[in-house]
């Protein structure tokens, strides 16, 4: 009878612990809980991502005007030189006789004007008393004005030799980072040769040309002629992304849109500068140019998690209509906005899109819309689980107290 006692009173608690659950089955759920992010009108900077190429933004290839030997090479590769430093020497030899030949011809011009001009004075005086005749005068007369023409010739012969022999130091046109030296001391250089000694490339600032397609190009002057678009004032800013993923510090300014469409691709040329003072941009590097292309005053963004696809590939949001049931839309999204979608059609302002909680939920299904927060979905607490962990943890405490009660 001791042991029948404390089996039946096991029995009796099972009993009543049992009665608990079903309890817990036979209550209603209530519906599901979906986190929603209402649409809203609102003004959106668009910008587009497109690859270019840098470029210096001035080049110069350094070739010999005169014919000659290079004696010396007064630079260093690779070092940035000033605008009219000297680069060669060229032998300067047959350039200072041709100078000293010219000077000569100088000399000789003007002796010779003096002896014509008196011979044409004192034919002028024994013409009065008819001891010439006229035609000898006027012989005298023109062979003094053909040497005055003789020293201005010479003159200039004698300013060509100086250029010649300034030519044989050869000095930067511009400034800028100086290339490889082609040629080197004791080689022959001559003024047609099509070879350059050297390169000198001004980079800061510096050219970044990017490429983007003329339908776009045409596409963004229509909506900015149709007022869809507002530019702001002064130039388009543009940012770079690199290489390696980082973005370039410093912005750029957008200077022009090439006139001509290339046939073979079918895009136009835009050109950008940015300053390069630490020297970071170098030419031809491989870039990604974001442009700004506009502000669109009144637009309607959807973030990307709210957006699927159909089985016919059209884009699809789940919305909370106003009896509290789910409805699939189908939506216009033609570009991403950041981590949006911007939607030109199927939604209106006000519309609260299923951003978190639907995912085994079919559109006709009752739900109850709660305010989507990022950094919760972001901590692994889901509207649609939260409300079902809730919903399981207050069975197992009636549970446990029905226990104790019995």
């Known amino acids: 009878m001791k042991n029948i006692v404390p089996a039946l009173g096991l029995a009796l608690i099972l009993a009543g612990c049992g009665g608990g659950g079903e309890q817990q089955q036979q209550q209603p759920a209530g519906p599901p809980q979906v986190g929603v992010v209402e649409v809203r009108d609102e003004a959106v900077t668009l910008t587009t991502e497109l690859p270019g190429r840098t470029s210096p933004f001035e080049t110069s290839d350094v070739r010999p005007q005169v014919n000659g030997l290079i004696l010396a090479r007064l630079f260093q590769e690779g070092d940035f030189v000033r605008e009219g430093q000297p680069l ?69 012969a004698l300013r060509t030799a100086q250029i010649d022999l300034n030519r044989t130091t050869l000095r930067a046109p511009i400034s800028g980072r100086i290339g490889r030296s082609v040629y080197t001391t004791g080689a022959l250089v001559s003024a047609s040769q099509t070879d350059p000694l050297t390169t000198i490339q001004r980079l800061d600032p510096i050219y970044v040309d990017i490429q983007q397609s003329s339908a776009d190009l045409l596409r963004l002057r229509q909506q900015i002629m149709s007022g869809e678009l ?42 950008a500068v940015f300053p390069n003072t630490r020297g970071l941009l170098l030419p031809g590097m491989f870039v990604r140019a974001e442009l700004v292309e506009g502000t669109r005053a009144h637009a309607l963004v959807v973030p990307q998690r709210g957006v699927t696809r159909d089985e016919r590939g059209q884009a699809v949001a789940l919305v909370v209509g106003a009896d509290g049931k789910l409805a699939q839309r189908v939506i216009t999204a033609p570009r991403t906005v950041g981590q949006n979608w911007l939607v030109t059609g199927g939604l209106k302002a006000g519309d609260k899109v299923v951003v978190e909680g639907a995912q085994n939920l079919q559109p006709g299904t009752p739900v109850k819309a709660v305010p989507y927060r990022e950094n919760a979905g972001q901590q692994g607490g889901q509207p649609g689980n939260q409300a079902g962990a809730q919903q399981g943890a207050q069975p197992s405490g009636q549970q446990k107290a029905g226990a104790q009660g019995k």
């Open 88 to 156: 060669y020497r060229i032998d300067p030899a047959p350039y200072q006789a041709q100078v000293a030949n010219a000077r000569a011809g100088v000399a000789r011009a003007r002796a010779a004007i003096a002896s014509s001009a008196a011979l044409a004075r004192r034919y002028g005086e024994l013409v009065k008393i008819n001891a010439i005749s006229r035609q000898e005068l006027e012989n005298a007369t023109t062979s003094a004005q053909q040497a005055q023409a003789d020293v201005a010739a010479q003159q200039a």
């Open 230 to 271: 507002a530019r702001g004032g002064g130039a388009a800013r543009v940012r770079l992304k690199l290489e390696d993923g980082s973005t370039y510090p410093q912005e750029g300014t957008l200077k022009f849109a090439d006139v001509t469409v290339d046939p073979a691709t079918g895009s136009q040329t835009i050109r």
